[in-house]
């Protein structure tokens, strides 16, 4: 008998799409009654446009790997989406959430506590810094910048060396913005940035956010930070040897360790050393899984769906788990996985490889302000960060302007979302 065939659409570039492909393969070879066909659909925003209209044709992939700040559009999905709870339960295969670590478990659970994606590769944000420039700028490269004081000073000894750009980041709204917010315990929006409702007002424009907003323009006119466009567009200035201190995904290392020919290191992202009470915990990004329905009348039969629940049975094996952390970068979404690292003695062989996941606990407890972002449309609020972002660049606006946009802009955003999607 043929295999069922589950159509599995992704948005992770070379290496980690390859690498991704890689696990798929796994899975096919350990049976033989299901067959996952994965395929490259672009970035994340472009993967999700592409499986929402699919879904309108009829002919949505089985599963979508969608990124961390869909999740509040997904949720609100309905009957496109078949959570993982039901699927799950349906196929009689049951995996253990709660061996998975809270802040990732979290974020892809509805408020009553149930799975609604299935997470797997979730990520931080990190500072990847190149040693060799930190010692012609007379650096220490064991000693990394801490905080955002430190790092002013630091790029400007770096310029002074000689080295054109000295910083960059990867994901302006996710690292600058989300991150930024999430260290300091500042929201990023109202009612928990958005987990406690749909009626979430933006309040970006706040002064830690100003005051960072304000300090990226200035060091971008006087050549010390570049920016280097939006989203993952900037990736492949560290690896290239172009700036010294990057802020990008801990899954950049999969491509750092392959293509850097310089010595680099791994830090926490920095915070402002006069903020009471910072740092606080990174929030986690990366993707998660979403089953969906073929189309509007549903369209799929039981037989996929358990082929569906056996894929992700195998994705939350912790030697998976934990193979997919240490070749890419990703944290291990559960605590087994971390466990199965940590018994191969990979943080000893790889300094600085468990910097993600000790950011991800920094600072205790976490907070409203530290859980993530559960906003609809959120695809589109980023895209709205990003520009006001580049009119800044551009020099039409400062800081204080820029977030009053993104707060106006926003609002328009989420007000729209929450006509179109309240009960
Ligand atoms: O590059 P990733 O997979 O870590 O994702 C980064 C951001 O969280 C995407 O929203």
Redesign the pocket.
Known sequence: QAPVEIQFWHG?PQPLGGQLEQIVAGFNASQAGVKVVPSFRGS?PETMVAAIAAFRANAAPHVVQM???GTGTMMAAGRAVKPVHELLSEAGVTIDFNDYLPAVRGYYQASDGRQMSMPF?S?T?VMWYNKDHFKRAGLNPEAPPKTWEEVAEALKKLKAAGIASPMTT??PA?IQVEQVSAIHNVPLASLGNGFDGLGATMQVNNPLMVRHMNNLIAWQRDGLFKYGGR??APDALFPAGEVSIAMA????RSRITREARFEWGTAMLPYYGDVAGAPHNSI????SFWALNRGPQGGRNAAEWKGVAEFYRYLSNPEIDAKWHMETG?VPVRRASYQVAKSAGFYEKNPGSDVPIEQLLRGGEMTPNTRGIRLGGYVEIRNIVQEEMEKSFQGQQNGQQAMDAVVQRGNAVLRNFERQNRG
């Open positions: 992770l994340y990124f961390e700040v590769n990520s944000a990867s994901w996710w989203d993952n995904s801990s899954g950049l986690i990004g990366g993707a990703y």
